[in-house]
């Protein structure tokens, strides 16, 4: 989440109008992530975040809505839309498709590690989104998937060093031959990194940050978690807080006979994509009041010690 355009007062006013929330008493940018500008967004009935969808075409963007609105009606905590007066979840503002969801209590532990409670709830509540998203009826494939790497990785070989476009060519090369649509399925979060878990003394109160969601392996998103969640600062796997990781998703939905044997494959895709898209946003940076960049070092030195597991 950052923030690449500002709202004026009165085109606020003007977009709030179509909602029962009455007026703003404050609208704070906030500065994390990469895609949208977000807003935390303060009326008399609450606590929201608004978003401007920067790149995502208006087509799009009600999948991302949709599906937390399931996810949430389901008992995972996540960020339910609100609707307008008109039952519309998606509107226009600053000429951005935009919306309005609940905003979460909690607050993430991003800036330090996760301890091995912490990490076992998420592993718990990974599992628990997995099964909840089952019977979701929109399918939509993982928006930074195989096709998305292909195509970003050749945007970027220009821009690279050498020794990066060896390591970028041979690792895509390796991933040809693992298989991609062989192991249990559907709804992932793709992106459930620190920053979007919150937490309050009694445990997970929210996961937040939807848009890169979609349809692939359970599996790949388990992948994206230990990556995230249980690496150290030289890249390599913590195989403790991994191992607590895998016990407490796995107790409430078992790995399949399938899914044997791609735990470290998919931790290297997971990584490769996260190296690509942080390069992506170094090497094509966009303009923005607010806007993070995360260096890309940290997932090139993730992938290369995934190598050393197969």
């Known amino acids: 989440m950052s923030v690449y355009t500002d709202v004026p007062a009165k085109a606020l ?19 994390a992530g990469t895609e949208n500008s977000n807003f935390f967004l303060e009326t008399p009935n609450g606590h929201f975040v608004l978003t401007l969808f920067e790149r995502l075409p208006a087509s799009e963007i009600p999948y991302y809505l949709h599906v937390t609105e399931w996810l949430s009606l389901r008992g995972i905590p996540c960020p339910a839309p609100v609707h307008a007066r008109d039952g519309s979840i998606l509107g226009e503002l600053c000429g951005k498709p935009a919306a309005i969801v609940q905003r979460l209590p909690g607050s993430s532990i991003e800036g330090r590690p996760p301890n091995g409670a912490e990490i076992a709830a998420v592993g718990t509540l990974l599992a628990k989104m997995h099964i909840a998203g089952t019977g979701f009826p929109e399918r939509h494939p993982n928006p930074a998937g195989v096709f998305w790497c292909q195509q970003t990785a050749r945007r970027l070989i220009p821009k690279l060093s050498p020794a990066e476009r060896e390591i970028l060519v041979e690792e895509q090369e390796a991933q040809k031959f693992w298989p991609h649509d062989r192991v249990p399925r559907g ?32 599996l790949y998103d388990l992948a994206v978690v230990a990556n995230a969640w249980c690496s150290l600062p030289d890249g390599s796997l913590d195989k403790e807080m991994a191992a607590t990781l895998w016990q407490h ?47 890309p070092e940290e997932y090139r030195r993730i992938l290369l010690r995934r190598q050393e597991f197969c």
């Open 249 to 295: 998703y796995s107790k409430v939905r078992p790995i399949e006979r399938s899914e044997h044997g791609l735990w470290f494959p998919y931790m290297r895709a997971a990584a490769l994509r996260f190296w690509l898209l942080r390069l992506e946003a170094r090497h094509f940076p966009r303009a923005g009041h607010m806007t993070e960049l995360r260096d």
């Open 13 to 31: 006013d003007a977009f709030l109008s179509d909602y029962d929330l009455g007026p703003a008493d404050s609208l704070t940018g906030i500065c």
């Open 187 to 218: 709804v992932v979060h793709a992106d459930l990194f620190p920053d979007n878990v919150l937490f309050t003394k009694s445990g997970i109160s929210g996961t937040i940050d939807y848009y890169y969601a979609g349809d692939d392996a359970w």
